[in-house]
């Protein structure tokens, strides 16, 4: 049985799906994606200040750039348009999950020296 909480929670939810524009949705998934203005507008090809400008409303979308952010952010054109609701799919694999419960038995110091060669890898293999 839900609860008055669930239910104001799915209004608001709700409410807030539908009064939100392409370009806050834009911005929310870039977000869930970890992606900055920055990083977004260069796998996209323009300036950061083109994408600041998609998600404050002030330019419009075209087909182009749609696909393309499609594509960079792993989302549907539904998702994206606010057809269909966002829900980020992201799941580790069940090899990556068994290796990081091995490092959260770790040593805080061991947990650190991991952490950090896996954010340099990731930041020398970033482009």
């Known amino acids: 049985m839900s609860s008055s909480n669930d239910i ?3 209004m608001t939810e709700k409410k807030q799906s539908l009064n ?7 911005a929310r998934i870039r977000k869930a994606c970890g992606l900055s203005q920055r990083e977004l ?19 419009r979308l075209n087909a ?8 960079i952010l792993k989302v549907s054109s539904d998702e994206l348009l606010g057809i269909k609701k966002y829900s980020n ?15 959260e038995k770790l040593p805080e110091n061991k947990k650190k020296a991991i952490i950090k ?6 930041k020398a293999n970033t482009y």
């Open 117 to 122: 060669t896996i954010d340099d890898l990731i």
């Open 8 to 10: 104001i929670f799915f």
């Open 64 to 71: 182009q750039i749609i696909i393309k952010l499609i594509n």
């Open 89 to 103: 799919k992201f799941e580790p694999s069940l090899r990556l999950m068994r290796r990081f419960k091995e490092i």
């Open 20 to 26: 939100e524009t392409i370009g806050q949705r834009l």
């Open 41 to 59: 507008a260069t796998k996209v090809g323009v300036a950061r200040s083109i994408i600041a400008d998609y998600e404050r409303g002030k330019l």
